[in-house]
């Protein structure tokens, strides 16, 4: 063997090895607002001007917060659900009427799988707490509930004067306010004249512009591992978001329960681990991560799990199921790189659905 | 009599499997090798990064927030929410962390617990 050969095997080598070190952690702002952590990342601002940026976003989350907040008695969804149980009208904010239109034609999209309005399911199994307790559940109340069918339809919206024609109707935005949480924070960092920027919200994600000449990079958590299952290349303007079961939830008798309640039977599902479903850019991506992943989690089987992911528009999607099995879709396998791959995967094309 | 040097004395195309093996190896390994190992723990609270230390040491500390005190240890390499106030107990159920990128959360308490490598594999995770 010549020497130049060996030259171009040494230079290959540490190419190779130089090209694994050329990704470093970006500082991140960090707070807790919105019951969750809330993370931002600004490359390209001065320290100053970055925590100016991130402590006015956290304001407007904070303020978005105390209106949405499903179980303080002073917010303005909280009045809205003490009116709608009296059986009375309210009148709202432009801001909640437009949040209430817009969850009105999601749910409707998932015709009621996304339901906001089951509230009451929700607080009966103990999720409406800053701390979650295995809670007893007595089946009758269940089925009470599930019975009465709250549902978004049912709410009637004139203008800004708000009614429901069924009392049982008690809203929860905690599918859809971190979602639309991004989307503001994002609207408003583009403002501002950002063009990199990356934002975490409780582990739901929106990309701005790209990070170091390439695209920021996101992990996946993985359901029943410390670490990611997954990470994936976030371009400009997509937002990801996953529905887990490993977050919110409480183990009673062996069985877990997770936060995320089938509003056509009233339990919390247990045939799925997690769902992550990536949106490309669009005006309302940051609600669609977070919104339209919930009806595939709720499906229970896998004809279930493709029809709500087409009724809900979603051609990028990951699911782990009870078992840990991994149902793709083609588009998501294109993009993704696995860190702790499942023993099982399947992949489907979304074309032919 | 034939002598074993033939098997000794390679050919030209042993050195070009050789060199190609060693090429892909090298890169499955950059590319699908995304443990990097933690060198440094970054502890919140609250939303303020109020410590950075090296993993290279044996040490328990205490972080209070608003329900009291967590405590983390730092093991040689890896770390972990040794207790915490909070009910739910997922910062402690989480175990120990060693992989650069790894993190553990305990909301209720508002701590945070993040592993650094010399790089991260990813900018944010999403849960």
Redesign the interface.
Known sequence: MTKSCWQWLGACLISIALSACGTRPTPAIESYVFGTMVSISLPDQSQTRAQQLANAVNQEFFKLHQQLHAWQSDSELSRLNQAIAAGQSMQVSPLLAHMLRQTQQLSAQSEDIFNPAIGQLIALWGFHRDEFTPVKVEPEQIHRLVKTHPSMAQLHIQDLQVSSSNREVQLDFGGYAKGYALDIAANFLRTQGVRNALINIGGNIIALGQHDQRSWQVGIQHPRQSGTIATIDLPDGWAIGTSGDYQRYFNLDGQRYCHIIDPRTGYPVQTTQSVTVLIPPAESAGVMSDVASKPIFIARDESARLLAAKKMGVDYFLIVDAHGDVLMSRAMQKILHWTQPPSHIKVVDTEAL | MKTSGAWIRPL?GD?LIF?IA??LL??L??H????QAATRLQI?Q??Q?IATLTLDQQRELSVSGPLGITRIEIDHGRARVHSSP???Q?CVH??W?S?A??A??C??N?V?IRL?G??????????
């Open positions: 030209s050195y060199i060693l090429a090298g890169w390994f950059s699908y090798w995304n443990w919140h609250g939303g990064l909070c009910t739910n997922y989480q175990g962390l992989h990128g790894q553990s959360f909301l209720p508002r945070s650094m010399a790089s991260s594999s990813y900018d944010s995770l999403n849960y």
